[in-house]
């Protein structure tokens, strides 16, 4: 069994203001932040009491230390603070990943990178915000295509990052997917570029991801900062907040302090009403992938429901998921699934995007066995989804060509013509080996057709007479599937005759025919019907065969062979590569 984390009620050890003191603990925090929250000093905060009144402004304390707190306070909340005789002080060093994890980019880094994107590559790459979260931090889109304008006749493919706020590792893949269109001279992706919307909105949750690196250490927060009425438990999943079947089959919880937190009405996070719009804005969008952490997975709709193909979907939707779903799973090697195999999920991005929608949507469960894999993951795991991320671009014109259904309402292309089955071949020998006996006439060539000249092989003159000889084909195949011998000839008087062909795998003559051959010209015609590779030699490929006649008598005798020839059906060849 597949062991990996699911979301449990943690956010009820972590929605409360954090009161954890370390006088040893590394100072951690800022400058402003590029959204509406800023990291402040507040000495003169010594007793439990003094830190309730703090928090209760609304205020986040991120760390307790000697006489201050560190808090992260809007400019509303820094108001609150300074009205209670509060002295705030600014801190001065960025809030951040721990070092170890630098390569890691925080909202502002993430920005600064996206910008750098944009200005590096003026024609393709178009920056535009899709709003605001809840504590006021700009969700920056980026929109790659060579249309300055956005075109909504044209096919778009939407990939999406952070949900979760713990899960870092979505915005690095999501930053080197967008990278790699931006970047790439490939005429593949640049065709992609020229012809389609790819659309990133690469941290739809960037209050929760700054809250939880805003201490240097990691909180393992998962959810938006959107307080709760009423509560002092922080936080909506914003997973479980889209408004298809919102709250419906015990896929997400009421409860203000789970991780897994449905919001009070579907669309009341901010940030999950951004999304909304934004996909609600671009009909054009036709698959999505969402970035998660983790288990190596790709889920597909639906999570509400085990029914793989209940009455809200069509089976070809269905099949077209599983089809995707399976190519991504081949070059990503991860295991492609229904959301709902991993468990029921209800509100989620991919059962409204499809549900509400009708688009493509997959959730991808990103590896790294941890939601803090460290830094040097992030090279790896982002190349292992470039290419399913080249494909849902490509295929965005039309999902069902997955299942070869078109979308222009013309017929399949016609599968390509099956190569014409292989047609038999007869070979003669190209040389002859006398065993007993002396030739006296004849050379290989009288062996090739029935035309009356012979190959003439006098027979021993002692004892048991005997004419023993073998003709070597060569340039027959080890792959067949049929193969048949046919000796044609006489002797100057009878003896028993009997024709063979070498089993090249026992290292034994295998006698194929036994008469009684005389003066009227015979025919010996026979077919081996198993393991006819061993009467080719060699383990593959091209080899010899090799037939024997051997005819014993009291008295001398002269063999005159007329005709010697195999038949032979190559295999057909496995074209698919
Ligand atoms: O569609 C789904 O099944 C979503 C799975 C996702 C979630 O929202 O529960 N897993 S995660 O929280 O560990 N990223
Ligand atoms: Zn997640």
Known sequence: MRTRLVPVVLAAVFAAPLAASSASRPPTESQPQAGGVTAYVVPGVRTREQRTTVARTGTDIVEVRRGAVTVLATRTERRALARLGFRVRLLRRPLDFPPADAAYHNYAEANADINQLAADHPATVHLFSFGSSYEGRDLVGIRISNDATDRLDEPGVLYVALHHAREHLTVEVALSIAHLFAESTDPAITQLVATRQIYFLVQMNPD?????????????????????????????????????????????????????????????????????????????????????????LILYPYGYTYTDVPSDMTQLDHDTFVAMAREMARTTGYTAEQSSDLYITDGDYN??????????????????????????????????NHAAAIYVAQMADCPTRAVGVTCDGSPPPPPPPAPPPPRPVTAVPNSFTIYSGTRTAGDVTALGADDGALLQIASTTSGTRVTSWYGRITGVPNALTALSGTYRGSH???????????????????????????????????????????????????????????????????????LMKVTYTPAQQNLLR
């Open 208 to 296: 929760g991801s700054e809250y939880d690196i805003a201490t240097g250490s990691y909180r393992s927060w998962r959810k938006n900062r959107q307080p709760n009425a009423g509560s002092s438990y922080v936080g909506t999943d914003p997973n479980r907040n889209y408004g298809y079947r919102w709250g419906c089959c015990g896929g997400s919880s009421g409860f203000t302090g789970s991780s897994t937190y449905r919001g009070p009405s579907a669309f009341s996070a901010p940030e999950v009403v951004r999304v909304r719009d934004f996909v609600d804005t671009h009909p054009n969008i036709r698959i999505s992938i969402s970035y998660h952490t983790y288990g190596d």
């Open 351 to 384: 059962d409204w995007m499809y549900g509400a929608k009708r688009m493509y949507p997959f959730t991808f469960e990103l590896g790294g066995g941890t939601f803090y894999p460290g830094a040097g993951i992030i090279a790896s795991e982002s190349v292992k």
């Open 492 to 562: 100057s008087a009878s003896c028993s005759q009997g024709v063979y062909l070498y089993n090249w795998s026992s290292g034994t003559w295998a006698r194929f025919s036994a008469t009684t051959a005389g003066t009227v010209e015979n025919e010996a015609a026979f077919s081996p019907t198993s393991s006819l590779a061993s009467y080719v030699s060699g383990p593959s490929g091209n080899g010899d065969v090799a037939m024997r006649v051997h005819c014993t008598r009291s008295s001398n005798f002269t063999t005159s062979a007329e």
